[in-house]
Nanobody, 114 residues
């Protein structure tokens, strides 16, 4: 059972930046991909960004140009650099590991204030 631990969430003013990190309990080289999802109150969970095992990335239209996903295979981590945050980015952010099925982290709260 893969365990994922997120860190880096918090409160930030609109226009600011945050960096989320997700540490996996296993070697991520064997994962099909790793990604970040988010869920705002009253809304379904949505994909934010994904990095596949071959290194290609996928972003939600709403975060393109502002967020960057990266993976560090040596540290078994995946990071999400979030810049130019706005109020609509407020949500719980979940790390996900894709290994046939999806493993989820416990989530980290990101709150953007005006």
């Amino acid at each position: 059972q893969v365990q994922l631990v997120e860190s880096g969430g918090g409160l930030v003013q609109a226009g600011g930046s945050l960096r989320l990190s997700c540490a996996a309990s296993e070697n991520i080289l064997g994962f099909d991909g790793m990604g970040w999802y988010r869920q705002a109150p009253g809304k379904p969970r949505e994909l934010v960004a994904l990095v596949r095992s071959v290194g290609t990335t996928l972003y939600a239209d709403s975060v393109k140009g502002r967020f960057t996903i990266s993976r560090d295979n040596a540290k078994n981590t995946v990071n999400l650099q979030m810049n130019s945050l706005n109020l609509e980015d407020t949500a719980i952010y979940y790390c996900a590991a894709l290994i046939g099925i999806v493993y989820w982290g416990q989530g980290t709260q990101v709150t953007v204030s005006s």
